[in-house]
């Protein structure tokens, strides 16, 4: 108690109120800030893998020959039944 | 007539200065001079505190014509630096937003894209925006310069800016020095703070750095989507992620090398000669000298450190769930702050200093470049919840 009379005084002196003002809504601020900074930062996060993900391009590369390889086995297979 | 009544004008600058009110502009001269000193001497923020500085100077001469004066014979005379405040800050916030196209296209987002958890770290460590916000709201009865003030937090000159513009504070030359100011001591600020809440042991982990590959379609399409999220969520911070992911942009496109280019380096120095003269003209003796301006520049340390505990209390967090070997060095969570890349080096070279063979640069870059996308996040959500919390 004689701390915030200390504060008071030295407010009064500097002009300047020592009082919670906007308590409430402060805490409300930061809880309502930090909660809001993190669902858009876990969305962003959930952004990247997904784009990360999907324009992997070792792994296009990767699908592009297997899918080649697919092809060509079976012209190959093809092929094979028309000279048998 | 007195002889020397008629040659007064020569003297009336002097004699101002000891006049009831006029102390307070010589302290100011002495502030610009200091500002001055620490831009050129100590390096602090050269950029911005060497005009600024200057800037503090050219208003508080006595009857300075760099700003709006009234004469008696030739009614209102309009000053440069007042009609700079006016166009670029007061009218549409358009030099702080300009500035951030020239930084998005100087920011690589790679080491974060390739390591998107770091992103959890540029929030956490907006943590000190918002209880500088709770205290500040003890000492400023207005709600709004509360919260102009505890975004000196954000680490992020431009946002303080627009924040405090956007709510119209009176304190807006004093939080632009404080931000400034002590984004140049994060490397005396953040070893202190982390050393509070760390253990050497804690300091010692090591981080082994496995990146993904990042494709270019990555990187194009990330600003365009940070900046839809962004702003469905806090439609107040479109302005600023906007111009910042549109710089960025620019970069990734590499179709457009030499906007890029002019970004990065023409627009951005020409804003900031040009921004930080201006916001000279909110440096004014009978705004600045005031016992207001001695509680910001406290509380935007009480800011800076709590963002540097906020990250790394939410990094040592996270190591209760993960496995050993998988851990994070606590002090990566205290780069997420968005002094790019100050806070960064000051990780590593911390790390180094406890360990020689630890190297978190890349970690700690990822942590920075989040806390850039964070600060902006933080600015926008304050700029958004602030009016309805007042209105509520």
Redesign the interface.
């Known amino acids: 108690m004689n701390l915030i009379m200390l504060a008071a005084s030295a407010?009064q002196a500097?002009?300047?109120?020592?009082?919670?003002?906007?308590?409430t809504?402060?805490?409300?601020?930061?809880l309502?800030?930090?909660v809001?900074?993190?669902?858009?930062?876990?969305?962003?996060?959930g952004?990247?893998?997904i784009?990360?993900k999907a324009?992997?391009?070792?792994k296009a590369q990767a699908r592009k020959e297997k899918r080649q390889a697919k092809k060509a086995a079976k012209a190959q297979l093809k092929d094979n039944m028309r000279s048998i | 007539m007195d002889i020397l009544e008629q040659f007064s004008f020569l003297y009336n600058g002097v004699a101002f200065f000891f006049t009831e009110e006029g102390w307070k502009n010589l302290v100011m001269l002495l502030i610009g001079g200091l500002l001055i000193y620490l831009a050129l001497v100590k390096d602090f923020e050269p950029a911005l505190l060497m005009p600024m500085g200057f800037g503090a100077i050219l208003v508080n001469l006595p009857f300075s014509g760099a700003i709006d004066q009234q004469n008696e014979v030739l009614g209102s005379v309009p000053g440069i630096i007042d009609w700079l405040f006016k166009v670029g800050i007061h009218a549409s916030e358009a030099m702080p937003l300009l500035l951030f196209i020239g930084i998005g296209a100087m920011i690589d987002f790679g080491p974060l894209l390739s390591n998107p958890k770091m992103l959890l770290f540029g929030a956490a460590a907006q943590f000190g925006i918002f209880l500088t916000v709770l205290v500040a709201s003890f000492m400023f009865p207005n709600f709004k310069d509360a919260a102009a003030i505890g975004v000196i937090g954000a680490a992020d000159g431009p946002t303080a800016i627009l924040v405090s513009q956007v709510f119209k504070s009176n304190y807006m030359g004093a939080i632009a020095v404080a931000a400034y100011s002590y984004m140049a001591l994060v490397p005396i600020i953040q070893p202190f703070a982390i050393k509070l809440v760390t253990s050497k042991k804690e300091r010692m982990i090591r981080m082994p750095y496995n990146p993904q590959s990042v494709s270019r379609r990555t990187r194009i399409l990330f600003p365009i989507f940070v900046m839809i999220i962004a702003g469905l969520v806090a439609p107040m911070s479109v302005s600023l992620v906007g111009m910042l992911m549109f710089g960025n942009l620019l970069r990734e496109c590499l179709k457009l090398e030499s906007l890029s280019q002019t970004a990065q380096t023409t627009l951005a120095n020409l804003i900031t000669i040009l921004l930080g003269l201006t916001i000279a003209s909110s440096m004014k003796a009978d705004q600045f000298v005031t016992w207001g301006t001695i509680i910001i520049m406290s509380l935007g340390l009480v800011a800076f450190v709590f963002d540097t505990i906020g990250g790394v209390l939410f990094a040592k967090f996270m190591n209760i769930f993960l496995p050993e070997g998988k851990k994070i060095n606590p002090m990566v969570g205290g780069a997420g702050i968005s002094a790019f890349p100050m806070s960064a080096r000051v990780i590593q070279k911390m790390a180094l200093k406890e360990d020689n063979q630890n190297h978190l640069l890349m970690h700690a870059v990822g942590a920075n470049v989040a806390g850039q996308i964070g600060s902006v996040v933080a600015g926008g959500i304050i700029l958004t919840v602030v009016p309805m919390l007042i209105k509520g």
């Open positions: 407010g500097m002009d300047i109120e020592f009082k919670p003002h906007n308590i809504e402060s805490l409300v601020l930061m309502m800030g930090m809001g900074i993190f669902v858009v930062m876990a969305v962003i996060l952004l990247i893998v784009l990360n324009t992997d391009e070792k």
